[in-house]
């Protein structure tokens, strides 16, 4: 009789025992789990507000003029929620207070607030800088990812077939790149095999602006003796081009004769190669290329350093730092 009143007080003691070790497990294990979860929101957050001020960088236009507030700076929807990458994940961007100072004459000071999962939320306050060095992304820029070819026969009338170019980058950028995504795919089918970038397109309207040029207006130019400067074209037809340095087209360009440039090459609109023979060494913006005779784009950082030297270059906008604190002005 006693060893059966002994059991079941030693049974309940352990029942009771178990029941609280089982609580205490699934508390520690729920705390656990909600401090994770907070932690993940808050790297969240930390990598959203990240990607906020890398996207505002990324919206500034290479100039060559110092870095404002005023026209061709716009931030991705100023003051708006903007959703990303999706609900409730999104960020608002403005400016950092600049009473405060400390941001110096070439930078900009912009705060992004974040919000994500979990109410978590985070501000970061990015200085933005023009790059140091010219803005040159690739041997060969075709902003609209359009490359037509044309038979040799239209531009030499010898029926050869369809002509080629040959594009090659160096260590500082690729060889091809293009203005968007879509416009990076239609020349990445045009040219299989190749890796296309994308990049943003030197703004010929704006570069003229700011460099305070006006282009000369003919229909044919003779320039096998270009010699070494900085040349601003409406557009035509040029027969020959021998030199270094930069040449700005605001319209559309044909080249025939024999060319072979060392330097900066910025056309607004579509490039013709009719040409004898072709080889560019430096950096070459186009909004369209066709191709009716071989030509070779090689990047050159030495060639692009001459052009600049010529007439100062646009430079992209960079991130340089990221405050990693509550913005203050804020």
């Keep these: 009789m006693n ?30 789990l909600q401090a994770i979860g907070r ?30 507030r005023g026209d061709g700076y716009p ?33 900009l000071g912009i705060v992004a607030r974040v919000q994500a999962v979990a109410g978590a939320s985070r501000t970061l306050a990015g200085v933005l800088m023009p790059a140091r060095s010219p803005y ?29 170019i040959t594009v090659v980058g ?24 190749d890796s296309v970038a994308v990049a943003q397109a030197i703004r010929v309207p704006l570069f003229l602006q700011d460099a305070n040029r006006q282009p000369e207006e003919r229909d044919r130019w003779e320039l096998g003796s270009f010699g070494r400067q900085a040349r601003f074209l409406q557009g035509g037809r040029i027969n020959g081009l021998r030199g270094e340095g930069l040449l700005v087209v605001a319209g559309d360009l044909r080249l025939e004769g024999s060319v072979d440039f060392f330097g900066v090459i910025l056309v607004q609109g579509t490039l013709e190669l009719a040409s004898d023979s072709c080889a560019v060494r430096g950096f070459v913006q186009v909004q369209s290329l066709r191709v009716g005779a071989p030509c070779s784009f090689a990047r050159d950082a030495d060639a692009i350093g001459l052009a600049d030297r010529l007439q100062a270059l646009p430079r992209a906008v960079r991130l340089q730092a990221i405050l990693n604190r509550e913005a203050p002005g804020t």
């Excluded at 991705?76 to 004459?105: A, I, K, N, Q, T």
């Excluded at 041997?139 to 010898?158: C, E, M, P, Q, T």
């Design 3 to 32: 060893g059966r009143g002994f059991v079941l007080p030693t049974t309940l003691a352990l029942l009771v025992l178990v029941s609280v070790s089982t609580s205490s497990i699934w508390f520690l294990l729920h705390a656990d």
């Design 39 to 68: 932690g993940r929101a808050a790297l969240q957050a930390r990598y959203t507000a990240e990607a906020a001020l890398l996207a505002a960088s990324a919206a500034f236009p290479p100039r060559i003029e110092p870095l404002s």
């Design 75 to 107: 931030l991705p929807g100023e003051g708006e929620l903007v959703v990303f990458p999706g609900p409730p994940h999104g960020f608002r961007l403005s400016w950092l207070d600049e009473s405060r100072g400390g941001m110096g004459p070439d930078a």
């Design 136 to 164: 040159a992304p690739a041997a060969l820029l075709i902003a609209a990812g359009s490359l037509h070819r044309v038979g040799l026969d239209l531009a030499a009338g010898n029926g050869l077939g369809t002509a080629q």
């Design 170 to 193: 160096d260590a500082m950028a690729g060889a091809l790149a293009a203005q968007d995504v879509a416009a990076a795919r239609r020349l990445e089918s045009e040219r299989p095999g």
